[in-house]
């Protein structure tokens, strides 16, 4: 067949339509693949996401989940806001060591005991250590740093390191013996040094988030969180006795100590200290420097490079049931003047021994621990109002607070200079006082007082005070302050047998 033939044969033409149809095909692809890739461009990328658990949820899971998500937002906040003013503490401390000589020597085993060797100069050695801090201040070039004393206390080296991992040369500014607290510092030209926020921690209750932030193990920058177990726990390793502690279950671990407890809202409210654990680890008891506590101490060693207590003058212990009904309270409180030094603030402010203080400055006082710490913190020279109850009364004395120094609580200035018990106390065993026995008990006794003047000693039971009887806590201490007695003699059972102490004569 001719090619003419073929160009017009109808096998021809339906191969042309086929070719026709497959070229038109692939340009409408072509041109709706750019339009598509226009639109994308246009849109920006476009990402698939799988359904979620909890886009799958029941409405009220997905408002629990929701909730959830904020309180998870909190936490971020805090974490965030709070970090980068929380560092970690590296210290060195120089000590002293005697060098043990021969019992060093590997061949003593096999030997026996050799010459003994010249005695040695004891020999240096550096003793490292990790702890936490918190940037509290700064002012100019000095940045200010407040951490525990057991972190920074004697250190000879301070290596402060941000949460940033930049690392300065600290020096220690001061120090609290007995908060347990210690105030570093280090100097940069830097801007971009967070401050932290105090709070208020008397705002606290129990059941309040605790947040505790620092760098357990030398893990910098730690979080952890749990709630205020409870407020105002006494005692503390190494005497610090007059803070009173948070306690939190947050978890604190080696390290921790001076770093930060703070609330939801990102503000300090402790420092962190110390932990009661069997094993050295965290097992949820905590407990936390209320910064309320630590605030007078920051001004303190920033400003003095030292810390200054305010002193009362007096010697005291909290009551218990029987000598606080005999002192003329219905209820277990306040704390009793057992002891009075001789012209202190409290004596010159009308203060009496037997007195039981009820307020201090404003605050309810529940212990003594609590009384120290509320007069330490009051200013040397301002003046305080406390509330005692006397006889059964309430007073109201004003005392004008001065410094405690080295030498405030001289003994030989300290009346009556012994402590005595309700015959009632729980702590006295009723069998073993004589039949019919009335007066008070002595429980103790402290050297160059009055009572340990005239040979008063524990175990004694107080039956006459110059001659008048005695039958309870009120009698004894109405007797004694008597400003008619010139002198003061006892009457004392004491190993079975009755007899008079020495006479003391007033001053």
């Known amino acids: 067949m001719s090619f003419m033939k073929k160009l017009y044969s109808r096998n021809f033409f339906i191969l042309n339509l086929v070719l026709v149809g497959v070229i038109a095909g692939f340009a409408l692809a072509y041109t709706g693949f750019s339009r598509s890739a226009r639109a994308q461009a246009a849109l920006g990328p476009v990402s698939i996401r799988a359904e979620s658990p909890a886009d799958l949820a029941p409405p009220e899971v997905k408002a629990a989940i929701a909730q ?213 680890g965290s097992i949820g008891l905590g407990f936390a420097v209320p910064i309320n506590n630590a605030k007078k101490t920051i001004d303190d060693l920033i400003t003095k490079r030292k810390v200054e207590y305010g002193w009362l003058g007096i010697q005291m212990r909290e009551p218990d049931k029987a000598a606080s009904l005999e002192l003329g309270a219905e209820l277990k409180r306040g704390v009793v003047v057992t002891g009075l030094f001789m012209g202190s603030p409290a004596q010159k402010g009308g203060f009496l021994v037997g007195d039981l203080v009820l307020r201090a400055d404003g605050e309810l006082v529940k212990t003594q621990d609590q009384l120290a710490r509320v007069v330490g913190d009051i200013p040397a020279g301002d003046s305080a109002a406390f509330q005692v109850l006397r006889d059964g009364k309430k007073l109201d004395l004003e005392v004008r607070i001065e410094a405690r120094t080295e030498g405030s609580a001289n003994d030989s200035n300290l009346f009556p200079g012994m402590d005595v018990l309700s015959l009632k106390s729980e702590s006295v065993q009723e069998s073993k006082l004589p039949k019919g026995a009335s007066g008070v008990l002595v429980a103790n006794v402290q050297n160059k ?12 039971i107080i039956t006459e005070v110059n001659d008048k009887p005695i039958s309870s806590l009120r009698d004894f201490y109405r007797a004694i302050n008597d400003p008619k007695a010139k002198e003061m003699v006892f009457t004392l059972i004491r190993d079975g047998s009755t007899i008079k102490s020495l006479a003391y004569v007033k001053k």
């Not at 040695?120 to 000095?142: A, F, L």
């Not at 279950?249 to 402790?270: C, P, Q, T």
């Not at 007082?449 to 004694?460: E, H, N």
Request: hydrophobic content about 35%.
């Open 68 to 280: 959830a998500e904020s309180v998870q937002n909190a936490f971020r906040y805090v974490a965030d806001k709070v970090k980068p003013s929380v560092v970690e503490i590296n210290v060195v401390e120089t000590k002293e060591q005697s060098p043990k000589a021969q019992d060093q020597l590997p061949w003593r085993f096999f030997f026996g005991p050799q010459d003994q060797a010249p005695e040695q100069d004891p020999q240096p050695y550096e003793e490292r250590g990790t702890g936490s801090g918190v940037i509290v201040r700064r002012d100019g070039k000095s940045v200010y740093v407040l951490t525990n004393n057991h972190v920074a206390g004697n250190a000879t080296k301070i290596t402060v390191i941000l949460n940033d991992e930049r690392e300065f040369q600290g020096e220690l500014v001061g120090k609290d013996d007995r908060k347990d607290l210690a105030m570093v510092k280090f100097e940069t030209d830097s801007p971009d040094i967070a401050v932290a926020s105090l709070g208020d921690s008397s705002a606290l209750r129990v059941g309040d988030w605790a947040i505790a932030i620092g760098s357990p193990f030398g893990l910098v920058s730690s979080v952890t969180a749990g709630i205020v177990s409870a407020l105002g726990r006494a005692g503390g390793p190494d005497g610090n006795n007059i803070s009173d502690f948070i306690q939190t279950d947050a978890a604190i671990n080696k390290g921790n100590s001076g770093g930060a407890l703070v609330n939801i809202r990102g503000e300090v409210v402790g420092i962190n200290t110390w932990i009661a654990s069997p094993t050295g």
């Open 449 to 460: 007082t009055p009572a340990a003047t005239i040979q008063v000693k524990v175990g004694d």
